[in-house]
């Protein structure tokens, strides 16, 4: 079998192994995940006063695990301080979230809060994929309880959001609070951390080819050029077939469209959703179709 590169961070979760190496693994690849992008937190202290004082939002919107941990300091900076009395149900309202990843996260900050007023727990939206996807579910769902005077959704965001969930919410008429928590940059320690990964892999004897797993744009764009030092990504470059074989996988079309498009790299496998299950079974599918020569 071959490697997996998974260009994400794992998960920190000491109790049970990271779902995306432990599924490649069981299937008998050999997979690692490199973190690529580092996160810095900001508007905490807007994201606090908003949880302190009663709920002014219909719902809130979640698309990325980021948000999630963000969400979660500020339930334990407020849960922690002495003297400190919750006025907001915000455990009343729906959490609309991308995916099973996402959801996760905010199934752990209830368990870490069972009796906070500020855990989620009505979580909505896991099945949806992508933020079309969680858009087009949004006006469902609120087609099936309609009323009049709806508050705004909040919308946690990053630095680097597609317009396509709010142009939909909009046009269906839900007015958004976005509130940005956090930023991203790419990872000071990715360079070493690959070097240092391809080095133990060949110590140990796996020369097969590679398959390189990205899940996001932006993270996608700041590691490709260290990526082309080891692996051929099909580049017209003379001196490719003296680096590593690699086929690229991708978590999802928005992705697979930014490979493509931006950096004119071929995706060979596509996550039909973001989960490792669909993820592995693109994987195993394309290397069925078209077997990977690891002699290049």
């Known amino acids: 079998m071959f490697n997996v590169l998974l260009l994400r961070a ?46 002014e939002y219909e719902a809130v919107i979640i698309t990325s695990g980021r948000a999630c941990e963000a969400w979660s300091q500020v339930v334990d900076t407020l849960e922690n301080e002495q003297g400190s009395r919750q006025e907001s149900e915000w455990s009343s309202i729906p959490f609309y979230v991308v995916g099973s990843s996402t959801a996760s996260a905010l199934n ?52 680097k959001n597609r317009d396509t969930l709010p142009d939909i919410l909009r046009d269906g008429n839900v007015q958004l609070a976005p509130l940005q928590v956090y930023r991203t940059q790419g990872s000071s320690r990715f360079p070493e951390d690959l070097k240092l990964a391809l080095e133990s892999s060949s110590r140990e004897g796996n020369s097969n080819g590679w398959w390189i797993v990205f899940f996001a744009p932006s993270a996608a764009e700041f590691v490709t050029p260290f990526l082309r030092h080891h692996f051929d990504l099909g580049a017209m470059d003379p001196t490719a077939s003296t680096r590593l074989p690699a086929r690229i996988a991708s978590i999802g079309p928005t992705t697979s469209t930014f490979l493509r498009d931006k950096l004119n790299l071929r995706v060979d496998a596509e996550a039909v959703k973001p989960k490792p299950d669909e993820l592995l079974r693109a994987i195993v599918a394309s290397d069925n179709l078209e077997p990977m020569d690891s002699s290049v």
């Open 10 to 55: 794992p998960s920190q979760d000491t109790e049970n192994p990271d779902r995306y190496e432990s599924t490649f693994t069981a299937s008998g690849y050999e997979s690692l995940s490199i973190p690529v992008l580092e996160t810095i937190f900001t508007n905490i202290a807007s994201l606090t006063d908003i949880l302190r004082h009663d709920a």
């Open 108 to 159: 752990a900050i209830r368990s870490t809060h069972p009796h906070s007023p500020l855990a989620p727990t009505d979580i909505r939206g896991e099945s949806s994929g992508t933020s079309e996807q969680l858009a087009r579910f949004i006006l469902a769902d609120l087609e099936s309880s309609p009323r009049s005077n709806r508050k705004p959704f909040l919308y946690l965001t990053g630095d």
